[in-house]
């Protein structure tokens, strides 16, 4: 088995790479790479089928016998693994706390939503959740979260959305990333052909006349579900060619947040579809 190599420059190559990865958006795309940061998500992003190509832990992550654990499986998986002090991981670190362990990955392949579609499992009628210029990458993290829990068939990011390869993106799915199909830099247009297509009913979360709420909907059938950007919701584009549906409040309150109304609506179509 390989050995865990020790990094302590950082004029270092991979680590100039790495640095350039965590900081600069562009040039992680340009490469096709992302991080992964803290334990439990490097392990749930090993446990995976992505492909990782280096670690970075750093002497005070390695104190802990389920780090040691963790970098024995990478090596023998044959994944290099590098030991970094404190003060060079601090400077490649995206959070507050730094863990002391670090993935470079590989991204996937951007997608067609008919390719998204044919890889699809499960007996039960597609449920898409689509997000229209969703550009918190919390909201976006979590909602992808949310549609891991319930089974969603898939997520599809419009243009304007959030990076789903930035860090705080990534840390909020919570490892539902490695597991949740998604397709991104999806056009309106090609939203709404993909739903005429394959005979699924486009929604979209608005409150006006036209709306019903989000119980009276039938969420059992097949279906996208599209939640609109923090402050305009969903594009007029989008809104003229689906079904409304909204979250009745009972409360001062004069919104939800998407991520929360993402959630709320993703649950009735789970007890719908539990008790059909």
């Given at each position: 088995?390989?050995?865990?190599?020790?990094?302590?420059?950082?004029?270092?190559?991979?680590?100039?790479?790495?640095?350039?990865?965590?900081?600069?958006?562009?040039?992680?795309?340009?490469?096709?790479?992302?991080?992964?940061?803290?334990?439990?998500?490097?392990?749930?992003?090993?446990?995976?089928?992505?492909?990782?190509?280096?670690?970075?832990?750093?002497?005070?992550?390695?104190?802990?016998?389920?780090?040691?654990?963790?970098?024995?499986?990478?090596?023998?998986?044959?994944?290099?693994?590098?030991?970094?002090?404190?003060?060079?991981?601090?400077?490649?670190?995206?959070?507050?706390?730094?863990?002391?362990?670090?993935?470079?990955?590989?991204?996937?392949?951007?997608?067609?939503?008919?390719?998204?579609?044919?890889?699809?499992?499960?007996?039960e009628p597609p449920l898409y959740i689509a997000l229209d210029r969703v550009q918190d990458p919390g909201n976006v993290?979590?909602?992808?979260?949310?549609?891991?829990?319930?089974?969603?068939?898939?997520?599809?990011?419009?243009?304007?959305?959030?990076?789903?390869?930035?860090?705080?993106?990534?840390?909020?799915?919570?490892?539902?990333?490695?597991?949740?199909?998604?397709?991104?830099?999806?056009?309106?247009?090609?939203?709404?052909?993909?739903?005429?297509?394959?005979?699924?009913?486009?929604?979209?979360?608005?409150?006006?006349?036209?709306?019903?709420?989000?119980?009276?909907?039938?969420?059992?059938?097949?279906?996208?579900?599209?939640?609109?950007?923090?402050?305009?919701?969903?594009?007029?584009?989008?809104?003229?060619?689906?079904?409304?549906?909204?979250?009745?409040?009972?409360?001062?309150?004069?919104?939800?947040?998407?991520?929360?109304?993402?959630?709320?609506?993703?649950?009735?179509?789970?007890?719908?579809?539990?008790?059909?």
């Amino acid at each position: 088995m390989k050995n865990i190599q020790n990094i302590t420059s950082a004029a270092n190559p991979l680590i100039r790479l790495t640095h350039a990865i965590v900081h600069t958006q562009r040039r992680a795309a340009k490469e096709g790479l992302f991080t992964v940061e803290g334990l439990r998500l490097a392990e749930m992003a090993a446990a995976s089928d992505w492909t990782i190509r280096h670690a970075l832990v750093t002497e005070r992550a390695m104190a802990g016998e389920r780090t040691r654990m963790f970098a024995d499986t990478l090596l023998e998986r044959d994944v290099p693994v590098y030991l970094v002090t404190e003060k060079l991981f601090s400077t490649l670190s995206d959070t507050d706390s730094p863990q002391g362990v670090l993935l470079v990955m590989e991204r996937k392949q951007r997608i067609s939503l008919d390719e998204m579609h044919a890889g699809a499992y499960g007996d039960e009628p597609p449920l898409y959740i689509a997000l229209d210029r969703v550009q918190d990458p919390g909201n976006v993290g979590t909602i992808l979260r949310t549609a891991d829990a319930i089974g969603a068939t898939g997520v599809i990011l419009l243009h304007g959305s959030a990076d789903i390869y930035s860090g705080k993106v990534v840390r909020a799915t919570m490892g539902a990333l490695f597991h949740v199909p998604f397709a991104v830099h999806v056009a309106a247009e090609e939203l709404t052909l993909f739903a005429q297509e394959k005979g699924m009913d486009l929604l979209a979360t608005a409150c006006d006349a036209e709306a019903r709420t989000h119980f009276e909907a039938d969420l059992r059938r097949p279906a996208v579900i599209v939640f609109g950007n923090e402050a305009n919701g969903v594009s007029e584009e989008l809104l003229c060619a689906s079904e409304h549906i909204y979250i009745p409040m009972r409360g001062y309150a004069e919104s939800l947040n998407v991520s929360a109304a993402a959630t709320a609506v993703m649950y009735e179509a789970l007890r719908q579809r539990i008790h059909s």
